[in-house]
């Protein structure tokens, strides 16, 4: 609905007008003070205080994360070369593990059996994005993973689920989700 209407004030107003769906951003400053944020954020704070992450559903889910740098050099590459009336996935068009991420982070970790809540696996399809813009994702996952490693104190006061959150989120869910 917010697309349909950004492109219509578009059309009507004669501006050009492009949205992009960001996939899983992550890095420095992704930092969620008031409210738990996505994966990443998560486990970053979980990493810094020591603590036990959570996983709901299973490790093996995998998600597209794009380092935060690659999400500014897209916005500026959608302003230059971006076609009017355009919609651009913006990841990295790969997907990695929440295994393979606590993995890099050497995190501790508890699952929590959950299933059919989240999907098992999502990536972005950057097809549209490389050909109308002639872009790339730079930053592999492993170097943004380490470099977010480096400026872990980043972390401190962000906000994180821990298991007692959790358990009265998805207590309604139990009965018709744990497997």
């Known amino acids: 609905m917010a697309e349909q209407s950004i492109f219509h004030w578009g059309q009507l107003y004669g501006f050009k007008a492009i949205s992009l769906r960001i996939f899983n951003a992550y890095g420095p400053r992704s930092v969620s003070s008031n409210f738990p944020g996505n994966e990443f954020t998560q486990l970053m704070s979980h990493k810094f205080n020591n603590s036990k992450a959570i996983i709901l559903g299973s490790e093996s889910q995998e998600r597209d994360f794009i380092f ?86 980043a972390w401190k006061d962000s906000k994180r689920w821990e298991i007692n959150d959790l358990e009265k989120l998805i207590h309604p869910l139990r009965k018709k989700c744990l497997t």
Not at 92 to 109: A, E, I, P
């Open 68 to 153: 935060c740098t690659d999400v500014a050099n897209a916005f500026l590459t959608a302003a230059e070369e971006g076609s009017s009336q355009a919609l651009y996935n913006i990841g990295s068009g790969k997907s990695f593990s929440l295994y393979q991420l606590c993995t890099l982070l050497k995190l501790k970790r508890e699952v929590l059996p959950v299933k059919n809540i989240w999907p098992q696996k999502s990536w972005a399809d950057i097809s549209k994005f490389q050909f109308d813009c002639n872009w790339q994702p730079r930053v592999p996952f492993e170097s943004g993973i380490q470099f977010s490693l480096d400026v872990l104190p």
